[in-house]
């Protein structure tokens, strides 16, 4: 099929090269008879280019997260022959491999199919992992099966097969009840169960759904689209929802081509009417037994806050999660999970979106021993949510988009506050994410402090930085982090601590979390508490903490995302 003139070179591409490659033949082409344009579409199989010349980090596609103790281990193999021994955990609970060599990439993918892994589909513009909470299928607060309903999408071939040129990439969430643990609001597409009594006062489980959540350069908040899907009807509005974006995104430019800028445009009726309609045209009954959504998003609070052990709704038996520094283990560690999952629990090894994981299904005879080698084995085991369980992308590491090195700001973090204990118990729930650049993998837009790399522009040259965000949150309707100032990364620690000794000084009691203090104030207020005070048309220059100018437009640009 000849290429379409006014497309991007992307649509271009889609429409002229297979995504199916056969990594076997590229192994033994040379590396500089690859175009660019093959490269960038390797994402379909998982496969992308690291900043290093030569050098490819793939991701596995690990629906809801969950993994055994086997396909760990088999990633532990792998990474130690062909990754520097190198794994990193996601944001969207999959798992990477960086630093693969060209020849080596069919190796990798072949290994982790033998035990039933795919990398089809973990990248590139189609619909990507779908993500669940953490606690999904253990949960004492999940309603139902939530783990059928997740595969159920997750594994359906249209979604594997046929819609495999979306205009980009499509999220899906499957949450295990309405508390914001699953990222509801944040994903394209956001289920969770509800519960209602039937005529005859027995309970009937069905799905609230939700549509146009996404984050990105221009982040938006999921909307209302259905208060009651049927069960049997799911799977067919997910559907049926994904094609009517792979029709009507917009293909000509990339920073409007997801599907909350559709939502938006439609709004959440004019979306309801196009699903019901696709649905209608493939013959699928039942639809009056849809409800229109209400009233606005309403999810409640997550239920994770600190706990290392959880009991699991199986009586006897827990969960225990372990905090991985900067989402980062080796194959050795790999192998140690795997054999502590077969030992402890019941083999099965989950990875959470804030880049850590979780041993399941521990009897209450053996939870002691667990804590006990893990404590040894040097984890941290205390702070989650709080200050030494916070999130960051690869950054300048192996980034080609990063502009700022997040490893390293990540590490100051954790050694200069995550390591002072009582600052963190303190200061309570915090939630602390940072992207190297504005695409938001790290999710910044949704932590109690969001950090964006950016470059300050010096007198010659530039300096790696951050735009510092507050107050993001998923609850409620939930709330996009708002705009504090741009700081120079050296600042980074100086500025968190200030901003946290502001909490501290002026929150109404020992209630009042950091999120909820920020969302009262507002991002404008705390950068004026900073020393950084707006202006309509003169930047401003605050010297002590070395922040960059404040624009009109940064303040303009904050409040449309305020408004949306």
């Not at 049997?232 to 929802?241: D, N, Q, R, S």
């Amino acid at each position: 099929m000849p290429a379409v003139q006014d497309l991007t070179q992307i649509e271009k591409d889609k429409l002229e090269i297979d995504p199916k490659f056969d990594f076997r033949k590229i192994a033994q082409r040379p590396f500089e008879d690859i175009t660019t344009n093959e490269i960038g579409m390797f994402k379909w199989c998982g496969v992308y280019h690291q900043l290093q010349k030569g050098f490819f980090m793939i991701r596995l596609r690990v629906p809801g997260g969950l993994m055994t103790s086997e396909q760990v281990e088999r990633a532990g193999d792998l990474a130690d022959t062909f990754g520097q021994s190198l794994l990193c955990i996601t944001t969207r609970q999959c798992l990477q491999f960086h630093w693969i060599r060209k020849e080596d990439i069919y190796k990798v993918i072949e290994g982790m199919e033998e035990v039933g892994v795919l990398t089809q589909n973990a990248c590139g513009d189609v619909s990507r992992n779908v993500v669940t909470c953490s606690l999904q299928g253990v949960c004492p607060n999940e309603i139902g099966d939530t783990r059928k309903m997740l595969d159920a999408i997750a594994d359906h071939p249209e979604i594997l097969e046929h819609q495999r040129n979306l205009p980009r990439k499509h999220k899906i969430s499957v949450a295990g009840c309405g508390r914001a643990c699953g990222q509801t609001l944040m994903n394209c597409q956001g289920w969770y169960p509800v519960t209602r009594k039937k005529k005859n006062g027995s309970a009937e489980i069905g799905w609230k759904y939700h549509a146009g959540g996404g984050l990105g350069a221009r982040p938006y908040m999921a909307k209302p689209i259905f208060d009651w899907v049927p069960e049997e009807l799911v799977v067919g509005v997910t559907l049926a929802a994904t094609e009517i974006f792979r029709r009507h995104g917009n293909r000509r430019k990339r920073a409007y081509a997801r599907l909350k800028i559709l939502v938006d445009r439609l709004g959440p009726k004019g979306f309801g009417d196009k699903v019901l309609e696709l649905m209608r045209e493939r013959g699928i009954t039942g639809l009056r037994r849809i409800k229109r959504a209400q009233g606005p998003a309403n999810v409640g609070d997550m239920f994770l806050d600190g706990q290392m052990v959880i009991a699991q709704k199986q009586k006897g038996f827990n969960t225990v999660r372990v905090i991985i520094e900067r989402s980062e283990f080796s194959g050795e560690q790999a192998r140690q999970f795997a054999a502590w999952a077969l030992k402890y629990g019941n083999g099965e090894i989950m990875f959470t979106s804030r880049q850590n994981l979780e041993l399941r299904f521990v009897p209450d005879a053996e939870l002691e021993a667990l804590v006990a080698k893990i404590k040894k084995a040097g984890y941290t085991t205390e702070g989650y949510e709080r200050i030494p369980d916070s999130v960051a992308c690869v950054g300048t590491t192996m980034c080609n988009l990063a502009v700022s090195d997040t490893p390293n700001t990540y590490r100051r973090i954790a050694n200069e506050l995550g390591n002072d204990r009582k600052l963190w118990q303190t200061v309570g729930p915090l939630r602390i994410n940072m992207n190297g650049c504005p695409n938001a993998c790290a999710q910044h837009w949704i932590a109690d402090i969001g950090l964006r790399g950016t470059r300050k522009r010096e007198e010659v040259g530039s300096d790696e930085g951050y735009s510092v965000y507050v107050g993001g949150k998923l609850s409620g309707a939930g709330h996009i982090a708002e705009y504090v100032c741009d700081v120079v990364s050296a600042d980074v620690v100086p500025v968190i601590r200030q901003m946290l000794n502001l909490y501290l000084k002026n929150r109404k009691d020992i209630t009042e979390t950091f999120g909820d203090y920020t969302r009262r104030l507002g991002g404008g207020k705390i950068g004026e508490l900073l020393g950084a005070v707006p202006a309509d048309d003169e930047p401003v220059n605050v010297r002590n903490l070395r922040l960059e100018p404040i624009m009109r437009k940064v303040f303009k640009d904050a409040a449309r995302i305020k408004k949306q």
